[in-house]
T-cell receptor, first 114, second 113 residues
Framework: AQSVTQLGSHVSVSEGALVLLRCNYS??????LFWYVQYPNQGLQLLLK??????LVKGINGFEAEFKKSETSFHLTKPSAHMSDAAEYFC????????????FGKGTRLSVIA | EAGVAQSPRYKIIEKRQSVAFWCNPI?????LYWYQQILGQGPKLLIQ????????DSQLPKDRFSAERLKGVDSTLKIQPAKLEDSAVYLC???????????FGQGTRLTVV
């Protein structure tokens, strides 16, 4: 079975500072990995995904993530935080076979301080 | 391209009452999911449809929850009777197939009092 652990339920950064949100996964087969963002009272919006190929994945709004198989990690980063980045971020895992739906982590709430 | 539509956006009911949620997926998407998101947690899959067939409903509390997907398009999720612990946001999502990412609706926030 697949699972996701997001380290830190709440992360606070200053505007302009580096954003780092941590995600570790567990999967017995090659994973598909995703980061979603959720703004208040909204659904989830896909930021980026890793399926196969390049392990450094670039997404929307300046975010990127790197798949590290040896560390079973898929951490999300952004060089410079903006106030508009304040939201809830969810890491999710699926499998290459596509026979399993997305399994989500518990989420990390990002606060950006002016 | 229109996104996933859900209604209602908000619903307040008393415990032991029944409630139904509706979802219209993105046109042409074969896979449809219902997720339950309790406050402070990540979404948890309730049921997955492939066209109008159920692929996974292992986490659906079948004594009170039911779902159907009419003609492989729209879907309804019903709770009868509701309990206090059912208070959550119910998210519908769709994808072209099981190998791609899911696109989410805005959700229905259910409050059971």
């Amino acid at each position: 079975a697949q699972s996701v652990t997001q380290l830190g339920s709440h992360v606070s950064v200053s505007e302009g500072a580096l954003v780092l949100l941590r995600c570790n996964y567990s999967s017995s087969v090659p994973p598909y990995l995703f980061w979603y963002v959720q703004y208040p009272n909204q659904g989830l919006q896909l930021l980026l995904k890793y399926t196969t190929g390049a392990t450094l994945v670039k997404g929307i709004n300046g975010f990127e993530a790197e798949f590290k198989k040896s560390e079973t990690s898929f951490h999300l980063t952004k060089p410079s935080a903006h106030m508009s980045d304040a939201a809830e971020y969810f890491c999710a895992v699926s499998t290459v076979s596509g026979n399993t739906p997305l399994v989500f982590g518990k989420g990390t709430r990002l606060s950006v301080i002016a | 391209e229109a996104g996933v539509a859900q209604s209602p956006r908000y619903k307040i009911i008393e415990k032991r009452q029944s409630v139904a949620f509706w979802c219209n997926p993105i046109s042409g998407h074969a896979t449809l999911y219902w997720y339950q998101q309790i406050l402070g947690q990540g979404p948890k899959l309730l049921i997955q449809f492939q066209n109008n067939g159920v692929v996974d409903d292992s986490q659906l509390p079948k004594d009170r929850f039911s779902a159907e997907r009419l003609k492989g398009v729209d879907s309804t999720l019903k709770i009868q009777p509701a309990k206090l612990e059912d208070s959550a946001v119910y998210l519908c999502a769709s994808s072209p197939d099981r190998n791609t990412e899911a696109f989410f609706g805005q959700g229905t926030r259910l409050t059971v009092v």
